[in-house]
């Protein structure tokens, strides 16, 4: 049965059936946009289970309808998570519990743990992330070869650098718009090279990426202000608490969306990260950090 007759015959209105997102009927070869799972969570260092949102995400979306406003008919284009990697997830799984006897260890400064079994711990996982990014920056490769729109599904913020990698060999330029609580502009965080909090700071290593476009980020550090202040403008970041001095001053939502986009290039990838959304929106991400307003110093948690 090719596409067409699929579409013939797919009820968008029925009960979901099949392994499929959304129960659609879809091959891969069919589909214009493939999700690429990576459960992988090696280096969250707060609290854990992003490894599981590929295969829990598949499972809720069963539930979703499928009619949208903006484009009614999106789903005949076909949407197809890839199965994930059992060694990378086997990997992961045993790379983080190495992690986190790793920083239990940075975080009890009395432990008299020997700085050579640190480094060697260090120099494993750094080993694993490299063996991660090389993995994604091929089936990532392989996908944008075959025109398809990709979506990467972690997981943690450190699994989608080879991906931003695999875009730079298919666009000269192209900019990155990031939605997160965090910069993620730490260099090697906790000694870790492919930390989740250094994810953008990597990805600043590429020289394809012209621009960096932070939103809603509301919590950060002096190293992370530093690289922003010395970007030259490459980095653009608009703080949640600018964002809300801005709504408090008038200006409305798509005022302030079209300042955002005005920062970016032609070509975007969009990076999400779910505490960039209000944590009760999201209660159980990782690494929480409230909402907040600043006004003259004061700052008031809603």
């Known amino acids: 049965m090719n596409k067409e007759e699929k579409i013939k015959r797919f009820d968008p209105n029925g009960i979901a059936t099949g392994e499929q997102l959304f129960g659609l009927p879809f091959s891969e070869e069919e589909s214009d946009i493939i999700i690429l799972p990576v459960p ?21 979306s069963r539930q979703v309808d499928l009619y949208d406003d ?29 992690a986190q006897k790793y920083l239990s260890a940075l975080e009890d400064r009395d432990n008299s743990e020997d700085e050579k ?35 990467l599904l972690g997981g943690d913020h450190s699994t989608p650098l080879g991906f931003m ?20 502009l730490r260099n090697a965080y906790e000694g870790l090279v492919y930390s989740h909090a250094s994810i953008m700071f990597n990805a600043l290593k590429i020289p394809q990426i012209t621009r960096l476009v ?49 920062h970016l290039p032609k070509h975007v990838y969009i990076s999400f990260d779910i505490d960039g959304l209000d944590p009760k929106l999201c209660p159980h991400t990782g690494t929480p950090f409230p909402a907040v307003w600043n006004l003259n110093r004061l700052s008031i948690l809603y």
């Open 214 to 262: 932070q939103v809603g980020i509301r919590d950060y550090c002096h190293e992370e202000m530093k690289v922003i202040h010395e970007s030259n403008g490459r980095v653009k970041t608009f703080l949640d608490a600018d964002i809300k001095r801005l709504i408090y001053e008038g200006e409305n939502w798509k005022q302030i969306c079209d300042r955002i986009i005005r």
């Open 40 to 60: 992988w969570e090696v280096t969250v260092s707060y609290s854990a289970g992003t490894a599981n949102a590929p295969s829990a995400i598949s499972k809720a």
């Open 117 to 151: 079994a640190l480094r060697k711990v260090r120099e494993v996982i750094n080993k694993g992330g490299e063996m991660l990014r090389s993995y994604v920056r091929k089936e990532a490769g392989e996908l944008l070869q075959r025109g398809k729109l990709i979506g």
């Open 165 to 184: 990698e695999a875009l730079a060999g298919s666009y000269p330029e192209y900019g990155v718009l990031q939605i997160d609580a965090h910069c993620d």
């Open 70 to 98: 903006d484009v009614p008919e999106a789903w005949k284009r076909g949407i197809f998570i890839k199965k994930a990697n059992k060694e990378i997830r086997d990997l992961g799984k045993n790379l983080r519990s190495k």
